[in-house]
Nanobody, 118 residues
Framework: VQLQASGGGLVQVGGSLRLSCAAS????????MAWYRQAPGMQREFVAL???????NYADSVKGRFTISRDNAKNTVYLQMNSLKSEDTAVYYC?????????????WGQGTLVTVSS
C-alpha cells in the first residue's frame, strides 16, 4: 500500500493550493484520512481529518480557510487551502488508516512542500 501526495508548490500570501493524496495497492477499506504538516524546526502537527461518512475536523489555525474532502471511489483525499499565510509554509503529509491483508494500519505519504511567500 502506498500514499502518493501531490499539489504542493510556491504561492503568494492570500493565494490558494489544492493538495491531493491517492492511496494505491491491495486496499480493502479506508477509514479516517487526514493531513498533517511540519514546518522547519517544528514538530509535525495535525491539520485536518475526514471520516468515511464525511465528518470533518480541523486545527483552529486553518478553520475557515482549509477544506478537506475525499473521493472514496478513487481512494483519494484532498486539501483545498485558501487565504494562505506565510505560517502555512510546511511539508504537508497525508495519513490514512487502511485495511489490507486483513489488518488495519496507519500509513503516511511522502510529503509535499508548500511554500507561501510574502
Amino acid at each position: 500500500v502506498q500514499l502518493q501526495a501531490s499539489g504542493g508548490g510556491l504561492v503568494q500570501v492570500g493565494g490558494s493550493l489544492r493538495l491531493s493524496c491517492a492511496a494505491s495497492g491491495s486496499i480493502t477499506s479506508i477509514s479516517r484520512m487526514a493531513w498533517y504538516r511540519q514546518a522547519p524546526g517544528m514538530q509535525r502537527e495535525f491539520v485536518a481529518l475526514i471520516a468515511p461518512g464525511g465528518l470533518r475536523n480541523y486545527a483552529d489555525s486553518v478553520k475557515g480557510r482549509f477544506t478537506i474532502s475525499r473521493d472514496n471511489a478513487k481512494n483519494t483525499v484532498y486539501l483545498q487551502m485558501n487565504s494562505l499565510k506565510s505560517e502555512d509554509t510546511a511539508v504537508y503529509y497525508c495519513n490514512a488508516n487502511i485495511l489490507y491483508d486483513s489488518r488495519w494500519s496507519s500509513n503516511w505519504g511522502q510529503g509535499t512542500l508548500v511554500t507561501v511567500s510574502s
